[in-house]
């Protein structure tokens, strides 16, 4: 029954908007850019970001903890100049869109697109303070024991290989 319905909406839909909804593929797009880049400050809370860890294996606990706490640092640096770019791009966006009514609006929607910008210096400043927070936590205590763990790896997922290397 419900399959029926969605069904039915949709071709009501195509009846009324052969050509598409106005503005869709770009608010569509808007939003993906707001759950993507969130979906990451939530990968940076978790520790699910990408790490190289290369040369970590290879150090003794205290050139450990430094090594880990300048990584989380630097990437905080990073993230923090990236915020700092999207933060100039939405003030650019912001002045055009109080420049004149009408610029600064996607063509179909009334939204302005600032509002959708907006997404990059505020995700990459929680990344950043994360990555700062969790590097100067590296740095005092030492990173967390169990990383694998945090990524979801046990020795059941780990190729073979891998697996005999760790025992």
């Known amino acids: 029954a419900l399959a029926a319905i969605i069904w039915g909406a949709v071709k009501v839909l195509l009846l009324v908007f052969p050509s598409g909804v106005p503005g869709a593929q770009k608010f569509a797009l808007g939003l ?5 880049f969130l979906g ?7 520790r699910r ?3 190289v860890d290369a040369v970590k294996k290879k150090l003794d ?8 706490g300048l990584g989380g640092c630097v990437s905080a640096g990073l993230a923090f100049y990236l915020s700092f770019l999207g933060y ?3 003030h650019a966006e912001y002045l055009d869109w109080t420049s004149a009514e009408g610029v600064g609006v996607f063509e ?3 939204i302005p697109i600032w509002i ?7 995700s990459f400043f929680i990344i950043a303070l994360r990555f ?19 990524l979801g790896l046990d020795d059941y997922d780990l190729p073979d290989e891998l697996a005999e290397e760790e025992t």
């Open 32 to 36: 993906m850019m707001w759950a993507g």
């Open 40 to 46: 990451a400050t939530m990968a940076t809370y978790t």
């Open 49 to 51: 970001h990408i790490v």
């Open 61 to 68: 606990p205290v050139m450990f903890c430094l090594f880990s």
């Open 88 to 90: 100039l791009q939405v």
């Open 108 to 110: 179909a929607l009334p």
């Open 116 to 122: 959708v910008t907006l997404a990059l210096p505020v």
């Open 132 to 150: 700062f927070l969790m590097g100067l936590s590296d740095m005092w205590w030492g990173p967390p024991a169990h990383t694998g763990d945090l």
